[in-house]
C-alpha cells in the first residue's frame, strides 16, 4: 500500500472532510468542514501543518488530553479506517503505535523487565487484595464457631439466610459493578468499595440480632461485587493470554492463604479474655480494620490500566502495552456499544458458561460455609475445627497455582484442567457420604478435596478474559457469568439441612449431580470454542490470496473496540 502522498477523503456537501498526513504507512486523521476552492486548499495546508507539529507529541501529551479517554484520541489511524472505528479508539492505542518505532531488540529487553516488575509487585498487591476480599466473606464462617448463632439467637434456617444474603447483595450489584469498571479508573472503584466493606465488618460488631446482621451481610456482598470482574480486566490488560491462567490462578489462590490466615487469626483471637467483646466480634474487628488500611494504601498506588501504573515509566507503559497487543482484547474503552450486548446474550457458549458457573457456585459456597459444620460433626472441638482448616487452605492454594500452571504451559489445555480438577473435589464428596464416621482424619481429607475445585473457578474467568473481545462484549459477558455465579452461591448452604448433619446425605446427593453438570456444560464451551477456531482457520485458508490486513493492522484492530467476532483474525483459547 502506497502512503507517499497525502491524501483527503471528501463527502456529501455540509459533511465533513478528513485529512490525512501520510507517515510510514499511517495517517493523522484531522476533522475539518468542507470549503470550496482555495478556502479548501489553505484548510487543507494550515491542517497539514497542524498534523506535522502533532507528530512531535509525546505519549505523556497525549495522554493528558481529555479526548483519548472519550475514546477520540490523536492517534495514528490507518486512512481507510471508518469514521466508526476513528470514534471507537482504545485509549492503548497511542502507547501501541509508539512502540513500533523502538527498537526490536530493546522493546523486547524492556518487555522481561516489565514482566518482572508486575509479577513481583503488582501480582502479590492483587492476591492481598483478593484475599482480603474472600477473608473478609468468611469472618461469618469464623465467627460461627464461636457462638455467633447462639449469641444473635439464630434458629432453624436463619444462619444459612446470613450466609446467602451476602451472595444476593452480590447478584443484585454484579452487572452494575461491571459497568461502573467500564466507566470508572478500576484501581481507584475498587479501593473505595475495600475501604467500604472493611467498615461493614467493624459494624458487623454491634450487630444484636438476625435482621441487623442480614442487613449488614447483604451490603457487604454488594461491596465485594465488583472485586471479580475487575481483576479480570486487570489481568488482560497487563498479561498475554498465554501468562494469564497461571496469574489468574495465583491471585485466586490467594483464597487458600487467606483459610490459613483466617484460621490463624480466629485460633488465636478464640484464646483472648476480652471483657468487653466476645471472640467473635474480635474476629470481625481485626479483619476489617486490616482491610480499612489495605484499601487506603491501594488507593494511592494501585494502578487503573497500564496507562497510569505508577511502577512503570513512561518506556515500560509503552512496552506494556506491545506486549499485551498480541491479545487482541484492548486495554480500555469508556463508551456502552448496545450491539456488543446483543451480541454477547446470542451467543449459544455463553449461555454454556452462564451454566457451569451457576453450578460451580452451588458447590463453592456449599463448601465454603459448611466446612465448619463438616468438622464440627466429626467430633472436633471449635478450636480444633479452626485449625483442620489451615491445611485446607495450603492444599487449595497448591492445586490451584498447579492447574494454572499446566494450563499456561501447555497449549490449549484450560478446558481440560477444568475438567480435571472437578475429579478429586468429586472424589472428596463421594468419601463424606461413604466413609464410616470413626475414620476422623479420612473423612477430613475428603474435606480439603473439596476445594480443588477452585481452580476451576479461576480457569473459566480466565477462558472469559481470553476470549471475549470487545469492551462492552466483555462486561455483559463478565456480568451474566458473576450473576449466574452469586445465584450458584445463594443456592448451596440451602441444600444442607442441619437435622442430616454429620453427613448432610440430600446435599451430597444433589452435589453430585451439580459436578455432573458443571462438567457437561465445561466441555460444551470447549466444543464451541473449537469448532469457531476450525472454521476461522478454514475460512483464512480459503481467503489468504485476497487478505489485505497486515500483522500490525490486525493488532491495530484489537485497539478499536471490536468483538471476536469482528476480528476475523482472533483466535480462542481454550
Given at each position: 500500500?502506497?502512503?507517499?502522498?497525502?491524501?483527503?477523503?471528501?463527502?456529501?456537501?455540509?459533511?465533513?472532510?478528513?485529512?490525512?498526513?501520510?507517515?510510514?504507512?499511517r495517517?493523522?486523521?484531522?476533522?475539518?468542514?468542507?470549503?470550496?476552492?482555495?478556502?479548501?486548499?489553505?484548510?487543507?495546508?494550515?491542517?497539514?501543518?497542524?498534523?506535522?507539529?502533532?507528530?512531535?507529541?509525546?505519549?505523556?501529551?497525549?495522554?493528558?488530553?481529555?479526548?483519548?479517554?472519550?475514546?477520540?484520541?490523536?492517534?495514528?489511524?490507518?486512512?481507510?479506517?471508518?469514521?466508526?472505528?476513528?470514534?471507537?479508539?482504545?485509549?492503548?492505542?497511542?502507547?501501541?503505535?509508539?512502540?513500533?518505532?523502538?527498537?526490536?531488540?530493546?522493546?523486547e529487553?524492556?518487555?522481561?523487565?516489565?514482566?518482572?516488575?508486575?509479577?513481583?509487585?503488582?501480582?502479590?498487591?492483587?492476591?492481598?487484595?483478593?484475599?482480603?476480599?474472600?477473608?473478609?466473606?468468611?469472618?461469618?464462617?469464623?465467627?460461627?464457631?464461636?457462638g455467633?448463632?447462639?449469641?444473635?439467637?439464630?434458629?432453624?434456617?436463619?444462619?444459612?439466610?446470613?450466609?446467602?444474603?451476602?451472595?444476593?447483595?452480590?447478584?443484585?450489584?454484579?452487572?452494575?459493578?461491571?459497568?461502573?469498571?467500564?466507566?470508572?479508573?478500576?484501581?481507584?472503584?475498587?479501593?473505595?468499595?475495600l475501604?467500604?466493606?472493611?467498615?461493614?465488618?467493624?459494624?458487623?460488631?454491634?450487630?444484636?440480632?438476625?435482621a441487623?446482621?442480614?442487613?449488614?451481610?447483604?451490603?457487604?456482598?454488594?461491596?465485594?461485587?465488583?472485586?471479580?470482574?475487575?481483576?479480570?480486566?486487570?489481568?488482560?490488560?497487563f498479561?498475554?493470554?498465554?501468562e494469564?491462567?497461571?496469574?489468574?490462578?495465583?491471585?485466586?489462590?490467594?483464597?487458600?492463604?487467606?483459610?490459613m490466615?483466617?484460621?490463624?487469626?480466629?485460633?488465636?483471637?478464640?484464646?483472648?479474655?476480652?471483657?468487653?467483646?466476645?471472640?467473635?466480634?474480635?474476629?470481625?474487628?481485626?479483619?476489617?480494620?486490616?482491610?480499612?488500611?489495605?484499601?487506603?494504601?491501594?488507593?494511592?498506588?494501585?494502578?487503573?490500566?497500564?496507562v497510569?501504573?505508577?511502577?512503570?515509566?513512561?518506556?515500560?507503559?509503552?512496552?506494556?502495552?506491545?506486549?499485551?497487543?498480541?491479545?487482541?482484547?484492548?486495554?480500555?474503552?469508556?463508551?456502552?456499544?448496545?450491539?456488543?450486548?446483543?451480541?454477547?446474550?446470542?451467543?449459544?457458549?455463553?449461555?454454556?458458561?452462564?451454566?457451569?458457573?451457576?453450578?460451580?457456585?452451588?458447590?463453592?459456597?456449599?463448601?465454603?460455609?459448611?466446612?465448619?459444620?463438616?468438622?464440627?460433626?466429626?467430633?472436633?472441638?471449635?478450636?480444633?475445627?479452626?485449625?483442620?482448616?489451615?491445611?485446607?487452605?495450603?492444599?487449595?492454594?497448591?492445586?490451584?497455582?498447579?492447574?494454572?500452571?499446566?494450563?499456561?504451559?501447555?497449549?490449549?489445555?484450560?478446558?481440560?484442567?477444568?475438567?480435571?480438577?472437578?475429579?478429586?473435589?468429586?472424589?472428596?464428596i463421594?468419601?463424606?457420604?461413604?466413609?464410616?464416621?470413626?475414620?476422623?482424619?479420612?473423612?477430613?481429607?475428603?474435606?480439603?478435596?473439596?476445594?480443588?475445585?477452585?481452580?476451576a473457578?479461576?480457569?473459566?474467568?480466565?477462558?472469559?478474559?481470553?476470549?471475549?473481545?470487545?469492551?462492552?462484549?466483555?462486561?455483559?459477558?463478565?456480568?451474566?457469568?458473576?450473576?449466574?455465579?452469586?445465584?450458584?452461591n445463594?443456592?448451596?448452604?440451602?441444600?444442607?439441612?442441619?437435622?442430616?448433619?454429620?453427613?448432610?446425605?440430600?446435599?451430597?446427593?444433589?452435589?453430585?449431580?451439580?459436578?455432573?453438570?458443571?462438567?457437561?456444560?465445561?466441555?460444551?464451551?470447549?466444543?464451541?470454542?473449537?469448532?469457531?477456531?476450525?472454521?476461522r482457520?478454514?475460512?483464512?485458508?480459503?481467503?489468504r490470496?485476497?487478505?489485505?490486513?497486515?500483522?500490525?493492522?490486525?493488532?491495530?484492530?484489537?485497539?478499536?473496540?471490536?468483538t471476536?467476532?469482528?476480528?476475523?483474525s482472533?483466535?480462542?483459547?481454550?
Amino acid at each position: 500500500m502506497d502512503y507517499s502522498k497525502s491524501k483527503s477523503v471528501r463527502g456529501p456537501p455540509n459533511e465533513l472532510l478528513a485529512i490525512a498526513t501520510l507517515d510510514q504507512d499511517r495517517c493523522r486523521i484531522g476533522l475539518l468542514p468542507i470549503l470550496s476552492g482555495s478556502q479548501a486548499a489553505a484548510s487543507t495546508g494550515i491542517a497539514h501543518l497542524g498534523f506535522m507539529m502533532a507528530k512531535n507529541k509525546s505519549v505523556n501529551d497525549i495522554d493528558r488530553e481529555p479526548s483519548v479517554q472519550d475514546g477520540a484520541a490523536d492517534v495514528i489511524i490507518p486512512a481507510e479506517k471508518t469514521k466508526y472505528e476513528q470514534e471507537h479508539v482504545d485509549i492503548g492505542l497511542a502507547y501501541f503505535q509508539q512502540s513500533q518505532t523502538m527498537d526490536p531488540a530493546h522493546r523486547e529487553a524492556v518487555a522481561r523487565r516489565v514482566l518482572k516488575k508486575i509479577d513481583f509487585v503488582l501480582l502479590p498487591a492483587m492476591c492481598l487484595i483478593y484475599l482480603l476480599s474472600f477473608l473478609d466473606k468468611q469472618t461469618l464462617n469464623y465467627a460461627n464457631v464461636y457462638g455467633l448463632k447462639t449469641d444473635l439467637g439464630l434458629v432453624g434456617n436463619q444462619y444459612s439466610w446470613v450466609a446467602s444474603i451476602t451472595n444476593i447483595g452480590y447478584l443484585v450489584r454484579s452487572y452494575p459493578s461491571t459497568l461502573a469498571l467500564q466507566k470508572f479508573p478500576i484501581g481507584k472503584f475498587i479501593s473505595v468499595m475495600l475501604v467500604l466493606w472493611g467498615i461493614i465488618l467493624v459494624a458487623t460488631v454491634g450487630a444484636h440480632n438476625w435482621a441487623g446482621l442480614m442487613a449488614l451481610r447483604f451490603i457487604l456482598g454488594g461491596l465485594e461485587a465488583g472485586i471479580g470482574p475487575a481483576w479480570m480486566l486487570i489481568t488482560s490488560m497487563f498479561w498475554t493470554r498465554e501468562e494469564q491462567p497461571l496469574r489468574m490462578c495465583i491471585w485466586l489462590g490467594s483464597n487458600g492463604i487467606s483459610q490459613m490466615l483466617g484460621s490463624g487469626i480466629s485460633w488465636g483471637l478464640g484464646h483472648t479474655n476480652n471483657q468487653h467483646l466476645t471472640p467473635w466480634q474480635l474476629v470481625f474487628l481485626v479483619i476489617g480494620v486490616i482491610t480499612i488500611c489495605a484499601g487506603v494504601v491501594a488507593f494511592i498506588y494501585f494502578p487503573s490500566s497500564p496507562v497510569d501504573c505508577r511502577l512503570c515509566d513512561e518506556e515500560e507503559r509503552v512496552v506494556s502495552i506491545w506486549r499485551v497487543a498480541d491479545n487482541q482484547t484492548g486495554i480500555k474503552h469508556g463508551k456502552i456499544l448496545s450491539y456488543q450486548i446483543r451480541e454477547a446474550l446470542l451467543e449459544p457458549r455463553v449461555w454454556f458458561i452462564a451454566g457451569q458457573q451457576l453450578s460451580i457456585g452451588i458447590i463453592n459456597s456449599s463448601v465454603a460455609n459448611f466446612m465448619s459444620a463438616l468438622l464440627s460433626g466429626f467430633c472436633y472441638s471449635p478450636v480444633e475445627v479452626v485449625l483442620w482448616q489451615l491445611p485446607n487452605g495450603a492444599f487449595q492454594l497448591v492445586c490451584t497455582v498447579a492447574a494454572g500452571l499446566v494450563a499456561s504451559r501447555f497449549k490449549n489445555m484450560s478446558i481440560i484442567m477444568i475438567l480435571v480438577v472437578h475429579v478429586p473435589s468429586l472424589a472428596g464428596i463421594i468419601g463424606i457420604a461413604t466413609i464410616d464416621l470413626g475414620h476422623r482424619l479420612a473423612l477430613t481429607a475428603c474435606c480439603w478435596l473439596l476445594g480443588v475445585v477452585g481452580a476451576a473457578i479461576i480457569l473459566n474467568w480466565s477462558v472469559i478474559a481470553s476470549n471475549v473481545a470487545g469492551h462492552t462484549k466483555r462486561m455483559t459477558v463478565n456480568g451474566l457469568n458473576f450473576v449466574c455465579y452469586a445465584t450458584g452461591n445463594i443456592i448451596g448452604p440451602f441444600m444442607f439441612t442441619p437435622a442430616e448433619a454429620p453427613r448432610y446425605l440430600t446435599a451430597i446427593k444433589a452435589l453430585i449431580g451439580i459436578y455432573a453438570s458443571s462438567m457437561f456444560f465445561t466441555a460444551l464451551i470447549g466444543v464451541c470454542l473449537w469448532l469457531s477456531n476450525r472454521n476461522r482457520d478454514r475460512e483464512a485458508a480459503a481467503n489468504r490470496p485476497a487478505a489485505a490486513e497486515t500483522s500490525e493492522e490486525a493488532l491495530e484492530d484489537g485497539f478499536l473496540d471490536k468483538t471476536d467476532r469482528e476480528l476475523r483474525s482472533f483466535r480462542y483459547k481454550l
